[in-house]
């Protein structure tokens, strides 16, 4: 059983931070792209920031400057450093990643549960 498993999230004021991580667990053998989406209500889901194995990444316009994504490939761990946060940001917060599992021979993406993010002004 594979799973990932976000913490972090809360509510907070404007011009707030939080730092999210998610963690895979399971018959892991090799994790390439991880990143973090988030969903508000009423809205579609949409990419926030992305990290590669090798450390490249890409991140939404409406969250760059403020965001940082990482990741620790040792523990199979991937973070989100929010600054700055705005309403806006309001969400649910989800990790995914791409990764090759024990007795599945090519690469499948798997979500985390959600975290959320509330923000007030």
């Known amino acids: 059983q594979v799973q990932l498993v976000e913490s972090g999230g809360g509510l907070l004021q404007a011009g707030g931070s939080l730092s999210l991580s998610c963690a895979a667990s399971?018959?892991?053998?090799?994790?390439?792209?991880m990143g973090w989406y988030r969903q508000a209500p009423g809205k579609q889901r949409e990419l926030v920031a992305a990290i590669t194995s090798d450390g490249t990444t890409n991140y939404a316009d409406s969250v760059k400057g403020r965001f940082t994504i990482s990741r620790d490939n040792a523990k199979n761990t991937v973070y989100l450093q929010t600054n700055s946060l705005k309403p806006g940001d309001t969400a649910v917060y989800y990790c995914?990643?791409?990764?090759?599992?024990?007795?599945?021979?090519?690469?499948?993406?798997?979500w985390g549960q959600g975290t959320q993010v509330t923000v007030s002004s």
């Open positions: 995914n990643a791409d990764m090759l599992i024990h007795g599945i021979f090519w690469y499948k993406t798997y």
């Open positions: 399971g018959s892991i053998l090799s994790i390439n792209r």
